[in-house]
């Protein structure tokens, strides 16, 4: 390309007066497409070039108030749905102790919102290839002249009457301005096999080096850092004690904390004799006792003690506890049974505590009771 | 001004013998142009040796545990939280000075604006450092922040600790993009004055391609306001939410409602004694006497003043409470503050915050450089001791006599305290000698003759 093409002249000015004047006599012969080129933004320069106010508060607004109402619902769907979790007695929707996120998150989406917006919407940015960067007019006026430029696209454009027209109104170093051919011919490089390759390599770079770091160098010494401590950890082999455990048997006769043994191990019918239900039927302990029930026993026995088990003959079903047999056993004796498990029948001991096996065996003389009611309970 | 008599008439001129708009480029881009001398290596190398020392607590914290700090059972808080609200604190002077000064039209902070919100950066920066390490194992901070990870468990949003999150990373966000949107026009002028080739590329992708077209400065000025509107209200909530992390709690000589307005102000306050200090060097190094004036300075050890005198009001009013309140517990707190066994700490804190700035009273000490700087210096040691001994005095005695104790910081911990300095003066010193550090734009602004004088309307 020979020809250049015309983007416009442009005119200087020195003092911010001058410039002030200039705009108002632009704007007055009716051009549209000038700009005035200012390296601080004078006062009352909007007026002069009879601009309407800017519309970013607007969108500062709207960014903003979008902003906290989503993240107050994320936050209600968080707190108050998708986990609930009780922190300090408070209800999940405790709202005052929202404010400060709510208005942080607004903030935040705001400013960003808005900067983004009138970088990429308002000015159009990033714009590296427009006709006056790199001419002798903007690195004056980025310094410290005023000027101003009328585009050839303006309606009213005609290059002599505009060059005589900047002159009249007392513009210095009248000049043209051309496209560059690069600027012109510009073609966007995005999909250009040499980007996309340069592309491809920095997102293999970053994911392989976050894999690398979170993967593989964490666990490295010496970056496993607190994992490695002067501590045994269960099942560990130790070097200190003789027979290679890291974990000890307590002393013999040691008994846990609150706990009673029990001194009928293999012994069912000396349970039964000696044992006596040590819990008083009432309503809490029914219920304790039937919540039991329907978690570990019900699943054999069935809900109501028939032996009308739920695992389709997957486990052989067991006898019912409406027998006379079972009837006539002693309290004690259905804890042995509890405790040590019978025929193919494992242990409860360690799914019950000691209160609960008294409230399902409470639980149980109820069902019982249910089935083969005395003429007394009729009354 | 020296006759007595004042002309409130006319504006008075913020920058100095009225240079020429030219002149101010060369003046502030000159660092930018020219090689680092000998000092500033020498600077430089100290500010790296008090970076590596910190450095080398701060693997061996990673490496052997944090049970190389001084923090003890009561005392869980220790130094890494001090130093946390300090460098907070030290931030909060940068913002008043370009958002809130802004909103009020004090020119005169168009000098000094682009320095401290670097300033406020940095100090952000650093502060982010002690909270993340705190936690013991820095690698798992993301579980900060709500997203979808793998124990689908959400944060709690009830907890000041979580605020916090939000309120420091949202505050260093909103101040960078402040920074930067100040910084394009700069960014700009750089890109045509540079005749270096690489400095081109840099400045011309880092100006975006501003062109100076009044119809940007437009909107650019609008979102400037706008930013200093958030920024404002952004400032005040984070000393406030960061003065929830104690407030909240139950323990005597913490849970108090003046805490808010007490940080904020103590905040603002530090920061502006910090900023001072600072440009002190700056405006003799770089030749900046006539941009960043004695007036300036002056009006910033006024502000200094005001909120040492709002932080001392602030002292009284605890213990007014404490006696008023009549519960044993927060009269105990802060008898035991004063009396205890911290109470040379509370000395300091009480005679560098409340009685040195006293000075600044006197006109012809306000405007002494080397005095100003002393008292600058001595408030910045009086607000760390204030962080330390509301963190440790209440925490080392709390409700339970059996759980007492004293706590002494480690080696370890004064290797990070120096380590933080150290990474925040290197940060500075980068900046000093990598992006103007004065405002070009807003600096030929407030120029005598920079403005139309409407004289035909």
Not at chain 1, 199 to 209: C, D, E, N
Not at chain 2, 48 to 68: E, N, P, Q, R
Not at chain 2, 394 to 418: E, H, N, Q, V
């Amino acid at each position: 390309m020979n020809e250049k093409i015309l983007y416009g002249y442009t005119g200087l000015f020195d003092t911010p007066d001058e410039i002030i004047e200039a705009a108002e006599k632009v704007s007055a012969e009716g051009f549209e497409k000038y700009d005035v080129h200012t390296p601080y933004p004078v006062h009352g320069m909007d007026s002069a070039m009879k601009l309407k106010p800017s519309k970013l508060p607007y969108i500062a607004l709207v960014i903003g108030l979008s902003a906290m109402v989503t993240m107050f619902i994320f936050m209600y769907w968080m707190t108050s749905i998708d986990y609930p979790v009780i922190v300090g007695g408070k209800p999940f929707f405790s709202f005052p102790a929202w404010v400060p996120v709510l208005f942080e998150i607004t903030v935040l989406s705001a400013s960003i919102g808005t900067v983004v917006a009138m970088i990429a919407v308002f000015f159009k940015f990033p714009n590296l290839s427009h006709p006056l960067h790199d001419t002798d007019f903007m690195k004056s006026v980025s310094s410290d002249k005023y000027g101003i430029s009328i585009e050839a696209v303006d309606s009213r454009f005609n290059e002599d009457y505009v060059r005589s027209f900047l002159s009249s109104i007392g513009a210095k170093e009248i000049s043209p301005v051309y496209w560059d051919d690069e600027e012109v011919t510009f073609k966007n490089t995005v999909l250009k096999p040499k980007f996309l390759t340069f592309l491809i390599v920095v997102g293999l770079a970053v994911s392989g080096t976050t894999y690398f770091t979170l993967n593989k160098l964490m666990f490295m010494v010496p970056f496993n850092w607190m994992r490695e401590q002067e501590k045994y950890i269960p099942q560990e082999i130790s070097t200190f004690f003789e027979d290679g455990f890291s974990m000890r048997t307590p002393v013999k006769g040691s008994v846990a904390l609150g706990n009673i043994p029990y001194r009928f191990s293999g012994d069912p019918e000396g349970a039964g004799e000696a044992l006596v239900n040590p819990l008083a039927v009432t309503k809490e302990n029914l219920e304790l006792g039937k919540e039991k029930f329907d978690i570990y026993c019900s699943p054999c026995h069935g809900y109501f003690g028939e032996g009308d088990s739920r695992l389709k003959g997957q486990f052989p079903n067991p006898p019912s506890f409406h027998s006379e047999k079972v009837r006539n056993w002693s309290d004690g004796r259905i804890y042995a049974v509890l405790m040590d498990g019978q025929n193919v029948m494992p242990s409860y001991s360690s799914q019950l505590d000691r209160a609960e096996r008294w409230a399902v065996i409470l639980y149980m003389r109820a069902l019982q009771r249910s089935l083969n009611a005395k003429e007394s309970d009729l009354k | 001004m020296s006759s007595g008599v004042i002309d409130y008439t006319k504006e008075f001129s913020v920058i100095e013998g009225k240079p020429s708009l030219r002149s101010i480029d060369d003046l502030i881009s000159k660092p930018l142009d020219t090689k680092p001398d000998k000092k500033y290596y020498i600077a430089l190398s100290i500010t790296l040796t008090m970076l590596m020392i910190g450095a080398v607590g701060l693997l061996a914290s990673f490496y052997y545990g944090t049970g190389l700090w001084g923090n003890n059972n009561p005392v869980g808080w220790g130094l890494p939280i001090v130093n946390f609200v300090f460098w907070v604190g030290i931030g909060h002077a940068g913002t008043l000075i370009s958002a809130i000064l802004f909103l009020l039209r004090q020119k005169w902070r168009n000098g000094i604006a682009r320095f401290a919100e670097g300033m406020t950066i940095f100090a952000v920066m650093t502060a982010g450092i002690f909270p993340a390490i705190h936690t013991g194992r820095p690698w798992l901070d993301g579980y900060l922040f709500p997203y979808p990870n793998q124990h689908a468990l959400w944060v709690n949003f009830n907890s000041p600790l979580l605020w916090d999150v939000f309120a420091v990373s949202t505050y260093f966000t909103v101040s960078f993009i402040f920074w930067y949107v100040g910084l394009i026009p700069d960014f700009a002028i750089l890109r045509d004055r540079t005749k270096n080739k690489l400095k081109k590329i840099i400045y011309s992708v880092t100006s975006l391609g501003w062109r100076g077209s009044n119809r940007h400065w437009q909107h650019y000025e609008m979102v400037y306001l706008v930013l200093a509107g958030f920024a404002t209200p952004l400032v005040l909530s984070v000393h406030t939410i960061v003065s929830f992390d104690f407030a909240v709690a139950v323990l005597p000589g913490w849970h108090t409602t003046i805490f808010p307005p007490y940080f904020v102000a103590g905040a603002v306050f530090s920061g502006f004694a910090m900023v001072q200090n600072v440009l002190i060097f700056i405006r003799r190094i770089f030749n900046y006497e006539h941009i960043i004036t004695l007036d300036t300075l002056e009006k910033m050890n006024k502000i200094i003043l005001l909120t040492g005198m709002i932080v001392g009001y602030a002292y009284a009013m605890e213990f007014f409470m404490a006696w008023y309140s009549g519960v044993q517990a927060e009269t105990f707190a802060f008898i035991n503050r004063a009396f205890g066994p911290y109470a040379w700490a509370y000395w300091i804190m009480f005679s560098c915050n409340v009685l040195f700035p006293q000075f600044f009273w006197i006109k012809k000490l306000r405007r002494s450089i080397p005095f100003m700087f002393i008292i600058a210096v001595l408030v910045n040691v009086g607000m760390w001791f204030e962080r330390f001994v509301i963190t440790v005095t209440s925490l080392s005695r709390d409700y339970l006599p059996s759980s007492w104790a004293y706590f002494t910081p480690t080696i370890t911990d004064f290797s990070l305290l120096i380590g933080s300095f150290g990474f925040f003066f290197t940060f500075l010193l980068l900046f000093t000698k990598t992006l103007p550090v004065v405002s070009i734009a807003e600096v030929k602004a407030v120029v005598d003759g920079a403005q139309p004088t409407h004289k035909d309307h």
